[in-house]
């Protein structure tokens, strides 16, 4: 079972018709909540989603069908926005709008990018996960077509990617 879980400070509203737990930075620290995020969420096979998205249609059962194929790997259904490719591996971890994690595995993530962020205490939470998921040999895939779009170029959960949030390729 998959469990889906939306990040966000609470100031937008995500409505989907998908069972999801929310997880609120109430404190404005996108680092830290998303490390405690992804402490807490590494108890499930997990989604984590960012609150300012547009889902695909048929996401849920569009998502699971992909994590069938991949059941033991990152899997990065919105990167590199504005790049053409196919889904595959990839040492090169950007963006975190949706994002899954096999049970177990975001712990082990969480904890390994607490020590990157001591050496790399201005960095995004992006940054930090794809600096840990190289410490630990990991590599992710990256999924096509996107399967999520940001809703438009704003972030209130701490991206400051500007205008390149928004892809073609959903």
Not at 116 to 121: A, C, F
Request: with cysteine; glycine share 2%.
């Amino acid at each position: 079972m998959i469990k889906f879980f939306v990040r966000t400070t609470n100031d937008r509203i995500f409505e989907y018709d998908l069972e999801y737990e929310t997880l609120i930075d109430l404190e404005r620290k996108p680092v830290k909540s998303f490390i405690d995020q992804l402490k807490y969420i590494s108890q499930w096979n997990s989604v984590l989603l960012e609150d300012d998205l547009i889902l695909c249609k048929d996401f849920k059962a569009r998502i699971e069908e992909v994590i069938k194929q991949y059941p033991d790997k990152v899997i990065n259904f919105f990167t590199r926005p504005n790049e053409w490719y196919t889904t595959h591996a990839s040492n090169n971890f950007l963006y975190n709008q949706c994002t899954y994690y096999p049970k177990g595995l975001a712990m082990v993530i969480a904890l390994e990018m607490e020590k990157v962020w001591k050496m790399l205490p201005k960095a995004q939470y992006d940054v930090l996960e794809c600096n840990a998921l190289n410490r630990l040999g990991l590599s992710h895939v990256q999924y096509r077509p996107c399967l999520v779009q940001h809703l438009d170029n704003d972030s209130l959960v701490g991206n400051t990617a500007g205008g390149f949030r928004r892809t073609p390729y959903f």
